[in-house]
């Protein structure tokens, strides 16, 4: 049962313009969303993250976006660099048993053309 | 089912012992690693391998040892030197190179300092 699903496996996009990696989840009890960016050969690195009480949060070009009525979650980079280029993993938290548990999804992977 | 594999899920450790942390992977991924969760903040990654007997050190190595003898196994020895070890431990794996870049993560291993 995937709780956290990135239904886009890829995405192309122009330098410059506006890149949406999209988000959908399943588990109402999520209480932080995050972002992590990967590139070949490297581990994730994180990007940026929203709590569950807010519905957009934003650092530099970097906006996420939250809709808990549509259990949606998109984060925006405008505008896109080729450096941009790299797998995009969405991720949730929530806490069961008394221990954290951290949930991601299969990421998508941005091209940001030049 | 290919996986991660992670053990045990949880773990005590007295101050000054030495812990180590498993995680097996028969995905035959060529690249592994280890990450650590603490509340509110994202992965912090530990260290990663990208093949057999080479391993390098990531943000937050210090206190923490690894070994990389066999392709699939991947263990994280946590040391007494690791001044604060209480946290979530994340084990993850990707295929290094072609298009398919799959990356999974193992259910991870919640170490309490006691």
């Known amino acids: 049962d995937q709780q956290v699903k990135q239904n886009s496996p890829s995405l192309s996009v122009q330098e410059g313009r506006i890149s949406i990696l999209n988000c959908d989840y399943t588990?109402?009890?999520?209480?932080?969303f995050l972002w992590y960016k990967k590139y070949p050969a490297e581990g994730p690195t994180f990007l940026i993250s929203?709590?569950?009480?807010?519905d957009k949060n934003e650092d530099g070009r970097f906006t996420v976006f939250l809709n808990k009525s549509a259990k949606h979650l998109s984060l925006h980079i405008v505008p896109s660099q080729p450096g941009d280029s790299a797998v995009y993993f969405c991720?949730?938290?929530?806490?069961?048993?008394?221990?954290?548990?951290?949930?991601f999804g299969k990421g998508t992977k941005l091209t940001v053309n030049p | 089912d290919g996986g991660i594999t992670q053990s045990p899920k949880y773990l005590f450790r007295k101050e000054g012992q030495n812990v180590t942390l498993s995680c097996e992977q028969n995905?035959?991924?060529?690249?592994m690693y280890w990450y650590r969760q603490d509340p509110g903040q994202g992965l912090r990654l530990i260290y990663y391998?990208?093949?057999?007997?080479?391993?390098q050190k990531g943000d937050i190595a210090e206190g923490y040892s690894v070994s990389r003898e066999k392709k699939e196994s991947f263990p994280l020895t946590v040391t007494s030197a690791q001044k604060n070890p209480t946290a979530f431990y994340l084990c993850?794996?990707?295929?290094?190179?072609?298009?398919?870049?799959?990356?999974?993560f193992g259910s991870g291993t919640r170490l309490t300092v006691v």
């Open positions: 993850a794996s990707s295929i290094r190179r072609g298009t398919n870049y799959g990356y999974t």
């Open positions: 588990n109402s009890m999520f209480d932080y």
């Open positions: 929203i709590s569950s009480i807010k």
């Open positions: 991720a949730a938290t929530f806490t069961q048993g008394g221990s954290e548990k951290l949930v």
């Open positions: 995905l035959n991924h060529d690249a």
């Open positions: 391998s990208q093949i057999v007997n080479d391993f």
